[in-house]
C-alpha cells in the first residue's frame, strides 16, 4: 500500500506465516521522531500494550484472543537517509509452538504500523 492517509507514509508491506508476522512501513521522517509517535500511538491501539520504548525500538505485548493465546510485537527503526526511515516490525506468539491465529499477528502489524504512522 501507498500513502495510507498520511503524506508521510511511503510504504506498507505486512505479511504473516504460521503465526508469526513481518511488516515494514517506509516513512519521510527522521528516526529521532519515531519513539513520540509510537508512544502517542499505543493508547489507541486495543489490546495491545507497549512494554518498552528505546530509541532505536519498540515492544508491545498483545492481548490473548479466541484467535491467539498473545503475542510479542517488536518495531525496530533503521534510518535510510537524513529524513527518511524504514520502520520494521514483526510479532510471534506467546506460545512458540502456535501454528495457526486466524491472521490475528497480520492484521495487529497492520493496526501498529498504520497508529504510528498517523502519529507522525
Given at each position: 500500500m501507498?500513502?495510507?492517509?498520511?503524506?508521510?507514509t511511503?510504504?506498507?508491506?505486512?505479511?504473516?506465516?504460521?503465526?508469526?508476522?513481518?511488516?515494514?512501513?517506509?516513512?519521510?521522517?527522521?528516526?529521532?521522531?519515531?519513539?513520540?509517535?509510537?508512544?502517542r500511538?499505543?493508547?489507541?491501539?486495543?489490546?495491545?500494550?507497549?512494554t518498552?520504548?528505546?530509541?532505536?525500538?519498540?515492544?508491545?505485548?498483545?492481548?490473548?484472543?479466541?484467535?491467539?493465546?498473545?503475542?510479542?510485537?517488536?518495531?525496530?527503526?533503521?534510518?535510510?537517509?537524513?529524513?527518511?526511515?524504514r520502520?520494521?516490525?514483526?510479532?510471534?506468539?506467546?506460545?512458540?509452538?502456535?501454528?495457526?491465529?486466524?491472521?490475528q499477528?497480520?492484521?495487529?502489524?497492520?493496526?501498529?504500523?498504520?497508529?504510528?504512522?498517523?502519529e507522525?
Amino acid at each position: 500500500m501507498t500513502n495510507m492517509g498520511n503524506s508521510k507514509t511511503l510504504s506498507l508491506n505486512v505479511t504473516s506465516k504460521r503465526a508469526r508476522g513481518r511488516g515494514e512501513l517506509v516513512v519521510s521522517a527522521p528516526a529521532a521522531a519515531l519513539p513520540g509517535a509510537v508512544e502517542r500511538a499505543a493508547p489507541r491501539l486495543p489490546g495491545i500494550t507497549l512494554t518498552g520504548l528505546w530509541q532505536e525500538r519498540a515492544e508491545f505485548a498483545a492481548d490473548m484472543t479466541w484467535k491467539s493465546f498473545g503475542m510479542s510485537i517488536v518495531l525496530s527503526f533503521e534510518p535510510v537517509d537524513a529524513g527518511t526511515t524504514r520502520v520494521l516490525a514483526s510479532s510471534t506468539p506467546a506460545v512458540p509452538t502456535t501454528m495457526m491465529d486466524f491472521g490475528q499477528s497480520k492484521a495487529q502489524l497492520s493496526d501498529v504500523l498504520a497508529a504510528v504512522a498517523a502519529e507522525l
